[in-house]
């Protein structure tokens, strides 16, 4: 069985220099009950921090498996870029639909994903520890062995203050569709960091958009239509990804 078919669980405790480790818990139980794997079955182990491993089953019991790790695959899937992209979005009232979102995230790749309380958002709360399980699944799926940062709900102008502070070299743009927005294409400059705004179906209030741009976001289109926020945010990501590969 080739890697690319192997079998992944999540194990945050993983370091690169471990030989042996112990895989228990809801991982474990999927691959002894589930996938009724036992000793000898190879699998792949990452810790979400970018490090990946193979290794074999030595001992199995209904509680925990004990791997022998022979083989690292760090650099394979660590999916590294010369850039950061942080997408962040307000989440919708159909619950779906921002799930819809956080998995396609992930499967593109992005670094950190934020949750937006806007004045006209329809969602005051979030469970993050839902949203977590699927950007693991997703994770998986998509075979990356490095997890995106979640963030929870903050209003637009305390997380574009916390980027200028904390990484004044990122660009910060605001996805909002009116004469005084301008195409993405004509200002992102690859390979800068990006910080990607994208308000609810209400949009951004002026108050928000007016202190946005105080505070350095750029308001900028991704097309010429008015679209869903889950739309916005896999669009927003697809382009930003296009525009570096183009450059290179």
């Not at 022998?68 to 992209?85: C, I, M, N, P, V």
């Not at 605001?174 to 200002?187: A, G, I, K, T, Y």
């Not at 008015?226 to 525009?243: K, N, P």
Request: glycine content about 6%; hydrophobic content about 40%; overall charge negative.
């Amino acid at each position: 069985m080739g890697v690319n078919s192997l079998p992944w669980y999540f194990l945050p405790t993983l370091e690169e220099t471990d030989t042996t480790v112990s895989l228990a818990g809801d991982e474990w139980h999927h691959c002894y009950h589930v996938l009724r794997m036992g000793e000898g079955d190879m699998l792949l182990l990452f810790n979400g921090s970018g490090v990946c491993k193979e290794g074999m089953i030595k001992t199995a019991t209904k509680n925990e498996g004990l791997i022998e790790l022979t083989k690292d695959h760090t650099a394979s899937f660590q999916g590294l870029r010369s850039y950061k992209l942080t997408i962040a979005f307000a989440p919708t009232k159909n619950i779906d639909r921002t799930e819809f979102a956080v998995e396609k995230l992930v499967e593109l790749g992005v670094d950190e994903i934020c949750f937006l309380d806007c004045d006209h958002s329809e969602r005051a709360h979030l469970r993050l520890d839902r949203m977590e399980k699927i950007v693991l699944s997703a994770a998986k799926q998509s075979r990356k062995a490095r997890l995106p940062v979640l963030r929870d709900l903050i209003s637009p102008n305390m997380l574009i203050t916390h980027f200028k502070n904390e990484q004044p070299d990122t660009q910060v743009f605001c996805c909002h569709l009116d004469n005084s927005s301008s195409p993405l294409v004509e200002n992102y400059i690859p390979p800068h960091d990006v910080l990607m705004l994208i308000g609810p179906e209400g949009g951004f209030s002026v108050e928000e958009t007016e202190q946005m741009a105080m505070r350095g976001g750029k308001m900028v289109t991704i097309g010429p239509y008015r679209l869903r926020v889950e739309t916005a945010a896999v669009a927003a990501c697809s382009a930003i990804h296009l525009l570096n590969e183009l450059k290179k």
